[in-house]
């Protein structure tokens, strides 16, 4: 699948690719989950198109920072209190280019 734009995502997509700036940080919390604790924060990704929030898990948290550019491969869309969030799928992947 091509790459999309932020403004093209929407609820349900699935095997997203998208590449964007981290232009925020949430605070790392630990969340209980079916498979145990684990570390959970949530980021803004930004491109030229809007900003989506971006839900990063465990190691994931430790790759990027804020205003790293990064691309996302193998990604997929939750709502959650009204709002889209991209999470990154166990087959996905963050990598920050630089």
């Not at 609820?11 to 964007?20: F, K, L, S």
């Amino acid at each position: 699948m091509p790459a999309v734009r932020i403004v093209d995502i929407r609820p349900a997509m699935r095997n997203i690719e998208v590449t964007g700036m981290i232009t925020g940080m949430g605070q790392e919390r630990e969340v209980d989950t079916r498979f145990g604790p684990a570390r959970v924060a949530t980021a803004t990704l930004e491109d030229d198109t809007g900003s989506i929030r971006l839900n990063l898990w465990r190691q994931q948290i430790d790759l990027v920072k804020k205003g790293d550019a990064v691309r996302i491969v193998n990604a997929f869309t939750r709502t959650f209190g009204g709002q889209i969030e991209l999470n990154i799928g166990k087959d996905g992947s963050i990598m920050v280019l630089s």
